[in-house]
């Protein structure tokens, strides 16, 4: 009987140890979009927002996920929800916050901030201050502070739940909000964007930061790096002094640009239970959704845990899917487009939803991508799809198909000009325009225009449209047709490369740019923490490549410059960088000699990062502008960028990929060149 008890107790012990560290994923989400009319605070799409990131949290099997709406999101409600939260955490937890609201600065009271202001949540019984009421008075703004919840606010709660976590903990913090900022772009909706709420004594102080504030007080506090306290990050949609912007689905439907990157990652995490990715792996994928939709604001990453496995580690295996929108018969619509390699000619398979992984699953129907969006595509199967309701249907996608692409181009005609307006051509430089573009079968001039074609004083603009970013200048575009062709031809080559995307997670690898000075790295104190960088025209830096995987791989680099040029970087004949020394062995890390200089052209610049698992080499095929000494031995990623060298000659004729045997991923580095002051 002693044995049994023994076995029985250490059974139960056993249970208890296990159940003590279980890991368990609390999520907790602010919604505050429907602020009150009285309030001043325009209405926004947060309620979109949390539809997106529940799900997205829900496929990677959070168990306890609680939303906070609008009249609940108050100052007090805030306070209360992050109190419950830390009562239900345990050590070894991951807790996810999230705000979907507006973000304000506002006078920094306790004077220790270097400009004088501290950023907030814009909580439901927040206020502006009223227009009949100037001229204000110190009393009077100072009665609406404790409408806002202060960075020190959220930062007490932040440390006593990192406490509760302990130090296999983590903590992850969203804010899909504004910091405030200067100017807007287009009719979309902002996030923030009043002037910072300060009293009339208030004495404006230069500020030179560009990263977010941490939401966390001051970075010295002694606090941040404590071992005993579970690590944080924290992702933000904007720098400091900028605006977040919303974007808009097929339907119209505002989303907030960060929620809309969160739940594109998530969904697509495709590592197993002992996954390599890194937080700021995570950072460099919603990096790139943001930018190709929002590409004048810069997405922040900041905190102590940009290096920690993604939730520890324990990364949920779903391979990634389409959710369907409309059934037609045999038609299908889907949430998924042009942006992720589904145009025309792409093969897709049906599944019920819930699938895992479709290749241990027979497969309701197939079907082939007849027509795109850039965020939907529609999609005809062999027989009609007989789903009670789009919900009970996943979609799988077994080929992409990249390069259906039509340029429209709009030109500032005198048609379209008022008298004494800006320059403009005349309708006999128009018409030569178009008779000469129109050789570029894939060039169109009607509908919406991806590119405008301006005339200035002394230089003609080509102008990217959905940015207003200058792509280039040429003297006449009205007399140098053959020059302007080659433009818009480097410019259809350089969108094709940038919004090549691929993804094998046997091949991911992190990239970080570390500035140097007098040539010596310089120390990372000394450079900003919200990972988005920004480089001035003569400033140096070196590349340091880590493969955290499991795998070996190859990396290349294509630099893509603001005016289309296309610079191979890696490898590189010019500093003796060969193909085959661009071979990194997992786990291993190599931080390069060779220092790259920043000139112009300003603006921003993109590395195209390749991975392959195959050796490959990139710079034999920019410099030989698509040829390549090795022929017809190319390996796929290779020949997507071979193609885009004859693409502009092409009418369209997709390249079809099939999505088993990439053996590589791509994604962007982005930075931004400025100039000196």
Known sequence: MRNKNAIILTITVTLVWQLSFAQTKHALIFAIGDYPKASGWQKISSDNDTLLVEKALMAQKFQDIKVVHDKDATVNGISTALEALIAISNPGDVDVIHFS??????????????????????????????????????????SLFPGYYRED????????????????????????????????????????????????????????????????????????????????????AARADELDCEIQDENGNGLGSLSYAISKVFLNLTKDTKSDITYRSLFAQIQSILYENVPNQHPVLAGNGADRLLFGGKIITQKPYLEINKISDNNLTLRGGKIMGLDSGAKVSLYPSGTNDPKNAKPIDTGSVVRATLFTSEATFNKPVNLKNPVDGWVFVNSTVYDNFKLKIGISSSMTRRANSAPAFSEAEVRNIKHNLTTLPIVSFAGSPDIKIVKGDHLDSIIIAHTGVLFDTIKSAGRDTAGLKRKIA??????????????????????KLIPVGNGAVVSSKNRSADQSYTFKNGDKFRLLITNNGKQDVYVNILDLQPDGVINPLLPNQAKRITPEELL?????SKLF??????????????????????????????????????????????????????????????????????????????????RKD
């Not at 306790?110 to 439901?124: F, M, N, Q, S």
């Open 101 to 142: 609201s507006h973000g304000e600065q506002i006078e920094d009271l306790k004077k220790h901030k270097a400009d004088g202001l501290e950023e907030c949540i814009v909580p439901y019984d927040a206020k502006l201050p009223d227009a009949d009421k100037r001229p204000y008075t110190q009393e009077y703004i100072e």
């Open 153 to 236: 606010m959220f930062g007490a709660y932040v440390d006593k739940l990192r406490a509760k976590l302990g130090r296999n903990g983590d903590l992850v913090v969203f804010l899909d909000l504004c910091h405030a900022g200067a100017g807007t772009r287009g009719s979309a909706r902002i996030r923030g964007g009043h002037s910072a709420l300060v009293t009339p004594s208030f004495t404006s102080k230069s500020n030179n930061e560009t990263a977010l504030a941490t939401v966390f007080g001051n970075d010295a506090d002694p606090k941040m790096n404590d071992p005993n306290l579970a690590t944080y990050v924290v992702f933000g």
């Open 490 to 511: 480097r410019y259809i080559q350089y969108t094709y490369l940038e919004n090549i995307k691929l993804k094998d997670t046997d091949a991911m690898v992190d990239i």
């Open 584 to 588: 990194f062995p997992a786990g291993t």
């Open 593 to 674: 000699n060779s220092v790259i200089t920043i000139s112009p052209p300003y603006g921003k610049e993109t590395f195209k990062i390749f991975v392959s698992t195959d050796l490959i080499n990139m710079e034999d095929i920019a410099t030989t502008r698509g040829v390549s000494s090795r022929g017809g031995n190319l390996k796929i990623l290779e020949k997507l960028v071979q193609k885009s060298y004859d693409r502009p000659l092409q009418r369209g004729a997709g390249v079809e990929l099939d999505n088993n045997d990439a053996n590589g991923s791509t994604f962007n580095l982005y930075f931004d060149i400025v």
